[in-house]
């Protein structure tokens, strides 16, 4: 069976967001008898998720999610990131699972639900349900300086499994999506894939990561470095690049961002993880960073540029550098603010009114591939 991807379908098949609702969400706000800017930046974002759900005013949001990608990768090896008791991808997801982690616990305050994706945690294949693992690719990654990440075919399996992960997510009727990621190592990978698309050198995006001193982010450049050599031969061809220097969370990542934009299912972005995907997703689909927004800036010199190119600028500036999803999920106040004090509470004039679009037709990552 051929389940080679074709990232070409993407450009054409990614719409813009409803303009039309967007402007009539802005009347509506003025019909409210509020002065211009009276609740600032709410009315952007409220805006902003009218033109998403394709109708105005703006529904509330009611079925948020909380959706991290899991992964190993190989440069960790390298001793890139800060060790610490519990701090293992597989304990950190063991966490989420109970409960117990941060974001579990903001996830259950603010009323969203929380999904575990396990691509490539470098733990036994059944330390986690299944339904945590059933899309898992391998068992952590190559280490990128000196070998790819993935074979193609891991690479392709990884993305599509994203694709299909969407589809579950906007099937199941998540009206908003917030996107982060745990594993050991990412924040160096991360900084390889945005300093390849962005054209720099090592040292303006190598951060801090997980807290390392000056020493080890020595180490961190360098490896960046060394991967950075390994990843411009591909940057014409996202997959390739994804396999050379990424892993299967970040081709996982990056398919479910382009089928998402596909699906109109709105995205937060969590930190310098899903930035980098975003970016190796905007060179498939220039039209897909509007569906999404940027929750916070964690600090990461990585994640800005990332920003800059894709011209998101962040609800929040909290320097949330934990990773799996808090960052993206502490902007969900702010969004269901937007959305519940623009929302319609009775009759809306109609002049103020986009109707709803009608239910379309839109392809499923099966019927992408030619599986369905």
Not at 118 to 124: F, G, L, N, P, W
Not at 161 to 186: H, K, R
Not at 268 to 287: E, I, K, P, T
């Amino acid at each position: 069976m051929d389940t080679t991807v074709d990232l070409d379908s993407f450009s054409s098949l990614v719409e813009r967001p409803d303009e039309a609702a967007r402007k009539a969400a802005e009347e509506y706000r003025q019909q409210l008898g509020l002065p211009p800017g009276g609740l600032g930046s709410l009315e952007e974002l409220g805006a902003w998720l009218a033109s998403v759900q394709g109708a105005a005013p703006v529904r509330p949001v009611a079925a948020a999610k909380v959706l991290l990608f899991a992964g190993d990768h190989g440069v960790a090896a390298l001793g890139v990131s800060r060790p610490g008791p519990g701090r293992s991808t597989a304990a950190r997801v063991h966490a989420v699972l109970e409960g117990t982690a941060p974001v579990a616990l903001l996830a259950r305050r603010y009323g969203a639900a929380v999904r575990v994706v396990d691509m490539a945690v470098d733990a036994e294949p059944h330390e986690f349900p299944a339904e945590v693992s059933q899309y898992r690719v391998r068992r952590g990654s190559g280490r990128i300086d000196v070998e790819d990440a993935l074979t193609a075919e891991e690479t392709s399996r990884a993305f599509r499994a994203g694709m299909a992960i969407a589809d579950e997510e906007a099937d199941a009727g998540t009206d908003l999506v917030l996107l982060g990621d745990i594993g050991t190592g990412s924040t160096t990978v991360a900084a390889v894939l945005v300093g390849a698309l962005c054209g720099t050198d090592a040292a303006a995006v190598t951060g801090r990561g997980s807290g390392v001193d000056d020493r080890v982010w020595m180490v961190k450049c360098a490896t960046v470095r060394d991967s950075l050599r390994r990843a411009r031969p591909v940057l014409g061809d996202q997959l390739a690049l994804l396999a050379a220097t990424g892993g299967a969370d970040f081709a996982a990542i990056t398919g479910f961002l382009l089928q998402a934009a596909v699906r109109r299912l709105p995205v937060v972005l969590d930190g310098v993880v899903s930035a980098a995907c975003a970016l190796v997703a905007q060179r498939v689909a220039f039209r897909a960073p509007e569906w999404w927004r940027a929750g916070q800036d964690s600090g990461e010199p990585a994640q800005a540029k990332a920003y800059d190119r894709l011209t998101l600028t962040p609800v929040q500036q909290l320097g949330v550098k934990a990773g799996e999803g808090v960052g993206a999920l502490l902007a969900l106040p702010l969004l269901q603010a937007a959305s519940d004090t623009l929302a319609e509470p009775g009759e809306v004039p109609a002049a103020a009114k986009a109707e709803p679009r009608p239910p379309a037709k839109l392809p499923t990552a099966a019927e992408l591939l030619g599986l369905g």
